[in-house]
């Protein structure tokens, strides 16, 4: 992507060069986001993406326009839709839909006006509502630190593990974990309860968790804010038998103790950056600039964040 | 709702009569069904563990309690008086995004951590003042109802604090948050800091309740406003300080919650209120007003959290049905209550 970037760079400066030329009729781009508002710290962070994006892409591209529209639930962000459709007339989408069925409708009136969309993140229904489809990887959300865990323990111990929120995302993320756990038999899940992404949740079934079991060696926190209120509550119990916390998202907070090799128990991470609102927007847009289209489906990889690569998931100036 | 007889002789003395003889019966009467109900949690809680009743689990709950607990105490003089205040949650996350925001300034600003501190905490509770404060003045000199203004200020705190918070977390710096973190994990005497300040807001919520004259006055206009305006009652007045009391007691459970974790995010506080409002209930105190108790409402918090303490101990049913149960036990405990009215 940098050596895509730097070809725009020098596109510019070629044309720059070139200023008494007329520019070449290229079809000006109208592009529309609609995503959900920053009510905790993850779209917190997709909106920092998506404000970024529209700032370095603006600047770039002299005929690409970008609306960024946030609902704080599901019909206000169809009604936004249609806004975008019907007023600022929009000829691309990038959508980060609040639920899959509830907004298939909607996104499906503004692909049928002619606008070419990319879903991010939570598939529509009906995927004929869609141009082109850009999500995280669930699966190696679970996968990785059920594998990271496995190794660091050679195959034995005891895990608890929270939950999210009961949703498809939350299933599909335990099921990996469960999946890969199923080929160590010495190491048993010993629980898993929700605690809502939330760090107060957390906090409080953490401390029942330390309560109940006397002997705790890996605790995958599945998120990073989550992660949080798991430490301070094995802080409080002072107790000294878990050795790995593992939490997920690569938070910048998390990242950088990681880069600084601060907690030992905190070795690594696995990456659900809201950053891949900013690549599906990159992508959308330069691809209709070009007049192109995107593959139907673009999984951004989820990676293990280890020392040796948390700088590149560093983005002190991103709230997330 | 007070028998009609009340309506037809305007007199004060007979409110403060009602108010003087009452408080120990009803107040003994409504406890009990709360208090049933949590011995035989806490019975069914050992059977199920036997962690379930060690000193150390016994400070979890109470200290996790302590931040419902507290501002539950300033709910039940808001249900008792009538009102309602849905913004509680909402509050106490601006308070303590405002709060951390503060002591990170003033902390390198004014060269004393400490200090910056201790004026922080003071902060939070000057802050839940004046935002109760509004409440009041909303409420009673510019005759909106209570549920309107604080469902509007429960949007509009959250939203500020996202604002500030830019969507993310507000976290208090490393060393201060160390010079803060015992007022919520130190202990005093075995027993951690912020139980102590619990017992101690229910002492004095339950004095000012039961032996004052504010209290009865907060009673009286619960059961009657308009008998309590002729009986010389200063409505407004006593509705305004109910939603400061509240505020105040805000601004005390988030002093208590800052140093935690300290940070804040969107999603700190949510759904605070209907914990608070539920444990008020549970307690006995009637939502339309007019009578309850501290002690039930103390009861009802404890009860609330001892539930999902013992949810998270066990792992009998499926996590599913966590929140099901949680509704069940409410019910019941209302139950229990309703018959001994």
């Known amino acids: 992507m940098t050596s895509f970037t730097r070809r725009i760079a020098l596109t510019a400066v070629a044309a720059a060069a070139l200023a008494s030329l007329p520019a070449f009729a290229a079809e000006k781009v109208n592009l529309g986001v609609s995503i959900p508002a920053a009510t905790h710290s993850f779209m917190g962070g997709i909106n920092y993406w998506a404000n970024q994006a529209k700032k370095d892409l603006e600047k770039e591209h002299k005929d690409l326009k970008i609306t960024i529209k946030t609902a704080a639930n599901a019909p206000e962000q169809a009604n936004q839709l249609q806004d975008l459709s019907t007023v600022t007339k929009i000829n691309a989408l990038v959508v980060f839909p609040f639920e899959s069925a509830a907004l298939t409708k909607p996104v499906a009136q503004v692909k049928a006006k002619g606008a070419y969309v990319t879903v991010v993140d939570r598939g529509l229904t009906d995927t004929s509502a869609q141009d082109a489809y ?34 498809t995302l939350d299933n599909e993320r335990m099921d990996a974990f469960n999946a890969v756990l199923k080929n160590y038999p010495d190491i048993k899940l010993l629980d898993a309860k929700y605690a809502n992404w939330n760090r107060d949740d957390a906090f409080k079934v953490t401390q029942d968790y330390l309560t109940r079991f006397k002997n705790i060696d890996a605790i995958w926190a599945a998120d990073d804010d989550m992660a949080v209120g798991v430490l301070k509550a094995i802080e409080q119990a002072k107790r000294d038998d878990i ?31 809201p950053k891949f609102i900013y690549d599906a927007i990159k992508l959308t847009a330069e691809a209709r600039l070009k007049g192109e289209k995107l593959p139907a489906t673009t999984i951004i990889p ?6 040796e690569n948390a700088k590149d998931f560093y983005h002190p100036n991103s709230p997330f | 709702m007070p028998p009609e007889p009340q309506t037809s002789t305007p007199q004060p003395e007979a409110a403060q009569h009602r108010g003087e003889n009452k408080p120990r019966w009803t107040e003994r009467l409504h406890g009990l069904g709360p208090v049933i109900g949590l011995v035989l949690l806490c019975i069914g809680g050992t059977l199920l563990n036997s962690d379930f009743a060690t000193v150390d689990n016994a400070m979890n709950v109470l200290t996790r309690t302590a931040f419902i607990g507290i501002i539950a105490v300033g709910m039940c003089f808001v249900i008792i008086s009538g009102g309602i205040d849905l913004s509680v949650g909402s509050m106490a996350a601006l308070i303590a995004g405002s709060v951390i925001m503060f002591i990170n300034w003033a902390g ?11 004026m922080g905490a003071v902060l939070a509770v000057v802050l839940g003042a004046l935002f109760g404060l509004a409440h009041g003045l909303l409420i009673t000199k510019g005759r909106i109802e209570p549920f309107i203004v604080t469902l509007g200020t429960l949007g509009i705190f959250r939203a500020y604090l996202t604002y500030f918070a830019d969507g993310g977390a507000l976290t208090l710096d490393n060393d201060l948050s160390d010079l803060y973190a015992p007022v919520y994990y130190a202990s005093l005497a075995g027993i951690p800091v912020p139980v102590w300040v619990f017992v101690v807001v229910a002492i004095i919520g339950g004095v000012i309740l039961n032996r004052t004259a504010y209290g009865r006055y907060v009673q009286a206009i619960g059961s009657n406003e308009q008998v309590a305006r002729y009986a010389a009652v200063d409505v407004d007045r006593v509705k305004i300080l109910t939603y400061v009391l509240l505020g105040v007691c805000v601004g005390i459970a988030t002093l208590l919650y800052v140093p935690r974790l300290g940070s804040a995010s969107p999603t700190t506080g949510l759904l605070w209120e209907l914990e608070a409002i539920a444990a008020v209930i549970v307690g006995g105190t ?56």
């Open chain 1, 134 to 167: 850009v999500a995280g990887d669930n699966t190696a959300f679970g996968r990785i630190p059920a594998e990271y865990i496995a190794k660091q323990l050679g195959g034995k111990g005891n895990v608890v593990a929270l939950r999210g929120i009961a949703t």
């Open chain 1, 243 to 273: 050795k790995i916390i593992f939490g997920g998202a690569g938070a910048k907070g998390m990242v950088k103790t990681i880069m600084d090799g601060k907690d030992k128990r905190i070795g690594a991470d696995v990456s659900y950056s």
């Open chain 1, 302 to 307: 989820s990676v293990l964040i280890t020392k």
């Open chain 2, 108 to 118: 390198p600003a004014s060269g004393s951590p400490l200090m910056a501190v201790v």
């Open chain 2, 286 to 341: 009637a939502l339309k007003g007019g009578a309850g108790s501290i002690t039930g409402t103390v009861v009802g918090a404890i009860l609330l959290s001892v539930i999902s303490n013992i949810l998270n101990l066990t792992s009998i049913i499926s996590v599913y049905l966590n929140a099901a149960v949680q509704g069940f036990v409410i019910i019941i405990v209302a139950f229990l209550q309703r018959g001994r009215r």
